[in-house]
């Protein structure tokens, strides 16, 4: 099976600084990665689909890149509201894996 | 308003049985690919299975053997039948749109289960 592996594990950083978080799959996925942040309590929400499509109503602080086994989930301009964490996913076959999450705070 | 809302979750024995519902407003469940994710207490995200709207359904090897995916058309209803529950099955269940080559788009709020004794 494949693997999805995140880094940082978590993160602190201050209001409006730039945050990237990466996400490396162990065999080629195409373009097939999602990225997803959940907030305390609250269901996931689909963030980025496709590697770098943006989600309606996503605002546009957030963006996705790469393909194949490397990629990258950036925020331009870290909010208060952005406090999450935050998964990538691979799909597009039957099996869906998620990485192990990184916890986004503010400093 | 695009809407799931999953019910059945509660407290039962490790051996024992639970079947989750999930109800869907504003799509038709068979018309697609429809997904249940868990989250166990304090850790992170995992697939559990998935039906194709062709009817393919697919599951974790965690979970393959005794768990079934299903749905119910005229009551535009998934389900998640569970069985010789484990105290590792413990976790708050969602269901999700999408799927396969599908992003996962549509989320419930969830259904916990615990299994202890």
């Known amino acids: 099976d494949i693997q999805m592996t995140q880094s940082p594990s978590s993160l602190s950083a201050s209001v409006g600084d730039r945050v990237t978080i990466t996400c490396q799959a162990s065999?080629?996925?195409?373009?097939?990665l999602s990225w997803y942040h959940q907030k305390p309590g609250k269901a996931p929400k689909l963030l980025i689909y496709?590697?770098?499509n943006l989600e309606t109503g996503v605002p546009s602080r957030f963006s996705g890149s790469g393909s194949g086994t490397a990629f990258t989930l950036t925020i331009s301009s870290l909010q208060p509201e952005d406090v999450a964490t935050y998964y990538c996913?691979?799909?597009?076959?039957?099996?869906?894996?998620f990485g192990g999450g990184t916890k986004v705070e503010i400093k | 308003e695009v809407q799931l809302v999953e019910s059945g979750g509660g407290l039962v024995h490790p051996g024992g049985s639970l079947r989750l519902s999930c109800v869907a407003s504003?799509?038709?469940?068979?018309?697609?690919?429809m997904t249940w994710v868990r989250q166990a207490p304090g850790k992170g995200l995992e697939w559990v299975s998935t039906?194709?709207?062709?009817?393919?359904?697919y599951y974790a090897d965690s979970v393959r053997g005794r768990i079934t995916i299903s749905r119910h058309d005229s009551k535009n209803t998934l389900y998640l039948q569970m069985s010789r529950l484990r105290t590792e099955d413990t976790a708050v269940y969602y269901c999700?749109?999408?799927?396969?080559?599908?992003?996962?788009?549509?989320w419930g709020q969830g259904t916990t289960v615990t299994v202890s004794s």
């Open positions: 999700a749109r999408g799927g396969g080559v599908y992003r996962l788009d549509v």
């Open positions: 504003g799509i038709i469940v068979n018309s697609n690919y």
């Open positions: 039906i194709y709207s062709g009817g393919s359904t």
């Open positions: 065999q080629d996925v195409s373009k097939y």
């Open positions: 496709d590697a770098s």
């Open positions: 996913q691979k799909y597009g076959n039957f099996v869906l894996t």
